[in-house]
């Protein structure tokens, strides 16, 4: 009895002396996104895609086209911006990395105190000096007129690509926030097509706000002509371009278009930084305080977009028809879903399910991915035989995961550029399968977005400290056209 009474004392006295019982310990925490974008693009596939060429249409098909397609000499060039945002707008984490002929792993682009890409110097796009780059040749240094942002000469060099339809994303801000202030007119009727109408054809018209919702909605290309021919009539195209720098956004440029038929879109002179694009988009998303200051000092809030252009501007990104890079709900079924975004309904046949957007018609059901979909993403895509870019503005829908977060992606990873399974087939998939962006973009897509929903689980949906936000800015790492 008495052992029986120690041995009791003993058990309680050890278990007094216990550590009491812990909590589960959570896992580990989210990647840094400067580190989480490099790890995405590394296993993306980008690197990995095999090339047509940059001749528009000679591959496949071509008689001297090689059979099957080679590996690309090198990974597309990419510049590559997110914003995480909490449920108010603000900034809790930033970052841009930047992938080239110097840092083919990626490198980390310096973020300063108002979310400015710094320590590099953007250079204008040429394809000819890419070309010859990857084939070995000798390229001329750059000079003084290959600078795109003259303000920034200071860092390393790095050719920014082409946009493509991307750019309608800047023409429709300029268009929306002077029509909110009284300076251009939505109703203003003006006409189409631009050329002489073909026997028993009518030109058609249309006010400036439909016009504009064609361009973004369906990425449609005489529509933008439209546009951009009645902004040179009206004087507005420098102005365009003066606002956005005046923002502290002076990679946004949109140089030497046609002010006879608002046409001639050329790489080398129109052009879109990632970090840049990521801004504008917080802007159009809106948040409180003060979002960044201008390099003069000035601060850009949300008042430097009326409310009926932010919201004229979210209601037009959020009805755009092609998924097709970061998002893939467009071609459903036919790779990775990408960012697992909702196609909107008004681009889907009701009986089939099959979206229709413009000329373009994907042939295949969207509705068992929009039944999935876990976000909304306002976006513009952008898609030429030579690049490839998507931006936008990613929330999520009701009862699915927390993530907000700005996106752009701005590449020479056009059409040209296919997956290693096509690389033997007798017809380009863009032909054959309507696909017609690397299924590379979606895989890329879908780790951006797993590491948002991640991040906003670990930080339990942060609002951020103060009205500036607070970003990671680590140091610098050593065509058919829609």
């Known amino acids: 009895m008495m052992g029986t009474l120690m041995l009791t004392s003993v058990l309680l006295a050890l278990l007094a002396a216990a550590p009491p019982p812990s ?9 840094p996104l400067a580190e989480a974008l490099l790890a995405a693009l590394a296993g993306s596939g980008l690197a990995d895609l095999h090339d047509a060429g940059p001749e528009d249409g000679r591959c496949p098909g071509g008689g001297d086209c090689p059979w099957p397609l080679p590996p690309a000499l090198a990974g597309p060039v990419v510049d590559l911006a997110v914003i995480r945002l909490d449920a108010d707008g603000r900034a809790v984490e ?5 992938v080239d002929g110097a840092a083919p792993q990626g490198r980390v682009v310096a973020l300063d105190r108002d979310l400015a890409a710094s320590g590099v110097r953007f250079r204008r796009w040429s394809q000819a000096r890419r070309e010859a780059a990857l084939a070995g040749q000798v390229v001329a240094p750059f000079e003084e007129a290959d600078d795109l942002a003259p303000a920034r000469r200071i860092g390393v060099d790095f050719m920014a690509p082409y946009p493509a339809s991307l750019f309608k994303l800047l023409v429709a801000f300029h268009v929306e926030r002077r029509v909110a202030v009284g300076a251009l007119a939505a109703g203003t009727l003006l006409e189409a097509p631009l050329e002489p109408p073909g026997p028993g054809s009518t030109a058609e018209r249309l006010p400036l706000s439909a016009w504009v919702e064609r361009m973004i909605t369906v990425s449609d290309n005489q529509a933008t002509r439209v546009v951009l021919r009645h902004l040179h009539a009206r004087g507005e195209v420098d102005p365009l371009n003066g606002d956005l720098a005046a923002l502290g956004l002076d990679t946004l440029r949109i140089d030497g278009t046609s002010a006879a038929d608002g046409g001639r879109w050329a790489p080398g002179e129109i052009h879109a930084g990632a970090m840049d694009v990521a801004r504008l988009l917080w802007l159009v998303a809106g948040g409180p305080g003060v979002l960044w200051r201008t390099p003069q000092g000035e601060p850009v809030t949300r008042q430097a977009l009326p409310e009926p252009a932010r919201r004229r501007l979210q209601a037009l ?9 970061l998002s ?6 036919a790779g990775p879903p990408g960012i697992p975004a909702l196609v909107p309904e008004r681009h889907l046949d009701p009986e089939r399910g099959v979206e229709v957007a413009g000329g373009l018609a994907y042939g295949r059901d969207v509705r ?6 876990e976000v909304r993403f306002l976006h513009k895509t952008g898609l030429t035989w030579n690049y490839a870019s998507d931006a936008g503005i990613v929330e999520p829908l009701p009862g699915q995961p927390f993530r907000r977060y700005v996106v752009a992606l701005v590449t020479s ?3 040209r550029f296919v997956d290693p399974d096509h690389a033997a087939a007798p017809r380009h998939p863009c032909v054959s399968e309507q696909v017609c962006v690397a299924r590379a973009l979606a895989t890329l897509g879908a ?7 991640l991040a906003a689980a670990r930080s339990g949906r942060p609002k951020g400290p103060g009205s500036r936000g607070k970003a990671s800015r680590p140091a610098p790492a050593a065509a058919s056209h829609r």
């Open 23 to 31: 909590a589960p310990r959570p896992g580990p925490p989210a990647p």
């Open 94 to 98: 930033a970052a841009n990395v930047q």
């Open 317 to 325: 990104l959020a009805d755009q028809a092609i998924h097709e890079a």
């Open 328 to 333: 893939a709900g467009s071609r459903c079924g």
């Open 368 to 373: 068992p991915c929009n039944a999935v979909a």
């Open 413 to 415: 990873a056009g059409t």
């Open 447 to 453: 780790a951006i977005d797993a590491h948002a929903v």
